[in-house]
């Protein structure tokens, strides 16, 4: 399952840096594509009755500048519930935040059916 994750996630990183390209027309191209993820189960915090947020790291990427990125949620089950896994907030060259709603407490479900994040970033590099 994480084997198509990935692979799935790498078909739109190469989407975006299609998309990006244009973009930097008459610049240098200087991009790059970055992947990487979160542990599971780790580094999720509370945010209002139970909801829960995570701050994902993206400071080995070296992005001179606010990425695109593409973000999946995998865990070992009930991801279903959670609702916000695609929403992005806070971008910029280092990390980014995701906010999760649950019908029931997604802080405990994320780290009960250890949840993680995966992501793909295309970027400016210079």
């Known amino acids: ?22 973009l930097y027309e008459e610049e240098e191209y200087c991009l790059t594509v970055c992947s990487g993820g979160t542990e599971p189960g780790e580094g999720w915090q509370n945010y209002e009755n139970g909801h829960a947020f995570l701050v994902v790291n993206m400071t080995r990427c070296g992005f001179s500048r606010t990425p ?18 695609a929403a992005i907030y ?15 407490n997604a802080l405990a479900l994320a780290k009960k059916y250890n949840w993680y994040v995966q992501f793909v970033a295309v970027g400016a590099v210079c």
Do not use: C, H, W
Not at 68 to 85: C, E, P, Q, Y
Not at 90 to 103: D, H
């Open 1 to 22: 399952m994480v084997t198509r994750a990935l692979t799935f996630a790498a078909v739109l990183g190469v989407v975006a840096a299609i998309q990006i390209l244009s």
């Open 68 to 85: 695109t990125i593409t973000t999946s949620l995998l865990g070992t089950a009930k991801m279903f519930d959670a609702n916000g896994a």
């Open 90 to 104: 806070e971008p910029n060259n280092t990390s980014y935040k995701i906010f999760l709603r649950s019908s029931s």
